[in-house]
């Protein structure tokens, strides 16, 4: 009993030292919340070990889903993009843990649906790319952007008690 709690001190020890964690901005679009994904898309999230840091349900509107997808507004699918984002509640989230930005997007899926894996959200849930489901923040630069304009008030404060059960 006493190696056990001893061990697991050391494991709490080393964990909080070595990683390096990352936040990632996710949102689940329209379509998604519609649908009823939101419970799966947390749960994928949650059992993969990642902690959610912020979350909020929200409609947008055109100012800031432009703002949002700024980058892209030189795209032929800017407008439709946009008014699919403020057609209705997206669930916005902050998720955090090692390497949490790509493999956010490992867990999302390709762009297109037609080319995301089975076993991916895109992959397992969508179709048309212009109704595919969620989106992922594509760089930890963009996170942190994301994060600054869906969360000025900054991530949830809390340490999961788990962690040493997540990290070695
Ligand atoms: P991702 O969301 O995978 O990071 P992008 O940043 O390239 O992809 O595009 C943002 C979103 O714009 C996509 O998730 C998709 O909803 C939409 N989109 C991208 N390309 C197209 C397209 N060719 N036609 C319609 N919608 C598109």
Redesign the pocket.
């Known amino acids: 009993y006493y190696l056990v709690q001893r061990r697991n001190k050391e494991a709490i020890r080393h964990s909080t030292k070595k990683e390096k964690m990352e936040q990632t901005f996710i949102m689940i679009?329209p379509d998604g919340v519609q649908r009823g994904l939101v419970g799966e898309i947390i749960c994928r999230f949650e059992k993969k070990g990642f902690y959610l840091k912020g979350l909020k349900f929200i409609t947008v509107d055109q100012s800031f889903a432009e703002k949002h997808?700024a980058?892209?507004s030189a795209?032929p699918?800017f407008a439709?993009?946009v008014e699919?984002i403020i057609s209705g509640p997206v669930v916005a989230m902050i998720w955090e843990g090692k390497g949490v930005v790509a493999t956010g997007r490992t867990i999302?899926g390709?762009?297109?649906p037609a080319a995301s894996a089975p076993g991916t959200i895109r992959g397992d849930f969508a179709i048309d790319?212009?109704r595919?489901v969620i989106?992922?923040s594509?760089s930890v630069e963009s996170a942190r952007k994301e994060i600054a304009l869906w969360f000025p008030e900054g991530p949830v404060n809390w340490q999961n008690s788990l962690h040493p059960w997540i990290y070695e």
């Open positions: 679009k997808y980058d892209l795209k699918f439709g993009l699919y999302i390709a762009t297109n790319i212009g595919n989106h992922g594509d």
